[in-house]
């Protein structure tokens, strides 16, 4: 059965600091890895998608991914306290058959 | 560009009593489409896809059902609700075996 495990925090970070979180997944075939992020009470928000080995940077947002390691991250430079939430890692492997969701990071920026 | 309704937002039902929630997409032809939920304390557990009209895969044995009547539109039912059945149901798309667009989700309070 595929797995995927984050820390369920909460994690708190200073205002304009970087916050790191991590996940790791069990499935060694996956092939595709983002990062959501939900606010609460709400659904959750595709903010990063990595395919390959290494990093990826939009804005704020960088993924990293190391398949060896079967390990996947996410940096948020300069955190604003817009950005707390929870933040979601989902793996899904090469069919049709859905996103395997991690319980998600609680991340709280502190002013 | 693609949107995704999905309603009702909220919903409250009695035991035993039956249940349908619809989700219709817009802006693209043949979506994977996804039944998640989310309980509280719990990750998202994927229930039901759909590759085509027609074509359910479930994912968890429950008492709940999914149909696909049109291309574009994934209902999720029940005969008779259990209280286990809260929780927050969230129908998603996918353009093809990548990363999972979600609705605004239904929160069910089975009483």
């Known amino acids: 059965q595929k797995e995927v495990e984050q820390n369920s925090g909460p994690l708190s970070v200073p205002e304009g600091a970087i916050a790191s979180l991590n996940c790791t997944y069990s499935d060694r075939v996956s092939q595709s890895f983002f990062w959501y992020r939900q606010y609460s009470g709400k659904s959750p928000e595709l903010i990063m998608s990595?395919?390959?080995?290494g990093d990826k940077e939009d804005g704020r947002f960088t993924a990293q991914l190391n398949k060896a390691s079967q390990y996947v991250s996410l940096l948020i430079r300069d955190s604003q306290p817009s950005d707390s939430a929870t933040y979601l890692c989902?793996?899904?492997?090469?069919?049709?058959?859905?996103?395997?969701f991690g319980k998600g990071t609680h991340l709280i920026i502190q002013p | 560009s693609q949107t995704i309704h999905q309603w009702p937002a909220t919903l409250v039902q009695p035991v035993g009593s039956p249940l349908s929630l619809e989700c219709t997409v817009e802006?693209?032809?043949?979506?994977?489409l996804y039944w998640y939920r989310q309980a509280a304390g719990r990750g998202l557990q994927l229930l039901f896809y759909?590759?085509?009209?027609?074509?359910i895969s479930s994912e968890v044995p429950q008492n709940l059902s999914a149909s696909r009547p049109q291309d574009r539109q994934f209902i999720l039912s029940s005969k008779k609700l259990l209280l286990s059945d809260s929780g927050f149901y969230l129908c998603?798309?996918?353009?093809?075996?990548?990363?999972?667009?979600f609705g605004q989700g239904t929160r069910l309070t089975v009483v």
């Open positions: 759909s590759v085509g009209i027609g074509q």
């Open positions: 998603a798309w996918s353009p093809r075996n990548t990363e999972a667009f």
């Open positions: 989902a793996v899904r492997g090469g069919g049709a058959d859905g996103l395997t």
């Open positions: 990595i395919y390959s080995n």
């Open positions: 802006g693209t032809s043949n979506p994977n």
